[in-house]
């Protein structure tokens, strides 16, 4: 098999965008995400769900696209890209929903109004990874040496994740956040779901545009990680975007789902390191030897399952004396 071969056609990206937009549409208008509320773990994990089985569904739809366009080969290959690509992304999003659980604590962000901000995080970050993808495509199709700078790259940032595991990021430092308290109206309290409000026919922002402005912005980071991370995996666009896309629309139900459960899974954050630094590793090794995918799917998920159950046992409660 080519192992440069594009399977992305111009039907099947219309195809995928019309998804996106149509599953985007539903949640906000037609199951309740257009109204504030606190989702309870009961509904996030039933639309986690919904999202995984999506995702197995299309890859699925995709090998059997691929067998008869061509061959058993080409759609096997193709689907464990997709595969890999998702687990990879899925495990790397756990990091955003730290973040997320950080900056609404920060702030002191109502429960019930967290749902919009995530909304409009994971819509601004389909259209990031989007123009990073195509970026990031284009870029390894005309200089490949690049994926050496990001393999390199990916390893450093492990390795920084591992040693500052355990620090605390304080955003009262964070001089972004500074300057905007600085030169912008600001109301004092939340005013529901409203990202501004007139105030004597002036526009006053509220706290909660500031959390989406940082919501945005750690989206933009963990981009710069991710999207080097899945072209570890395969440099076909088509695979990368999708695997990326539908790793971001579960982020919200997931988030939902863990944020109560984030103080019991405190050593994930030591093995998403070690997945970036095992795909860094993958990248600058490539020109002499290429790990499988499946090889590497299995990594990964042996990675992740390790530091989940280490995080279990370790913050498990003690049993009750007979």
């Known amino acids: 098999m080519d192992a440069a071969l594009h399977i992305g056609e111009p039907w099947m990206w219309a195809a995928f965008v019309g998804f996106v937009l149509v599953m985007l549409a539903v949640d906000l208008f037609l199951v309740g995400g257009n109204k504030a509320h606190k989702v309870s773990f ?36 193709k689907a464990m890209e997709f595969l890999t690509g998702y687990l990879i992304e899925k495990s790397l999003a756990v990091d955003n929903i730290f973040v997320f659980l950080m900056i609404f604590t920060f702030f002191a962000v109502p429960a019930e109004v ?12 389909i259209v990031m990874r989007a123009i990073m993808i195509l970026a990031g495509a284009w870029l390894v199709q005309e200089f490949h040496w690049i994926l050496y700078l990001f393999g390199a790259f990916l390893v450093a940032t492990g390795i920084k994740m591992l040693i500052f595991a355990e620090a605390e990021p304080d955003l009262n430092k964070n001089p972004l956040l500074g300057w905007i308290k600085r030169h912008m109206r600001l109301t004092v309290d939340y005013r529901g779901e409203k990202f501004w409000v007139r105030e004597n026919g002036v526009r006053v922002f509220t706290p909660l545009f500031l959390v989406l ?26 695979i990368v975007f999708t695997s990326n896309i539908f790793a971001i629309l579960g ?18 954050k030591y093995g998403l390191a070690m997945v970036l630094v095992f795909v860094g590793t993958k990248m600058l090794i490539v020109g002499f030897y290429k790990i499988p995918v499946g090889l590497s799917l299995g990594i990964v998920g042996l990675i992740i399952a390790t530091f989940m159950f280490a995080s279990l046992w370790v913050t498990r409660k003690p049993s009750a004396p007979g």
Request: no cysteine.
């Open 42 to 77: 009961r509904e996030a994990a039933a639309w986690s769900f919904v999202w995984f089985t999506l995702a197995m569904v299309f890859n699925l739809g995709l090998w059997w696209h691929l067998k008869g366009a061509y061959g058993s080969a080409v759609a096997d290959v």
């Open 114 to 125: 967290q749902r919009r901000v995530l909304i409009y995080g994971v819509i601004g970050a």
């Open 213 to 238: 402005i940082m919501i945005e912005l750690s989206d933009l980071v963990f981009a710069v990680d991710s999207i080097p991370a899945i072209f570890a995996i395969t440099t076909d666009p088509f």
């Open 251 to 268: 982020l919200r139900a997931m988030y939902f789902m863990l944020s109560g459960l984030a103080d019991r899974f405190h050593l994930l």
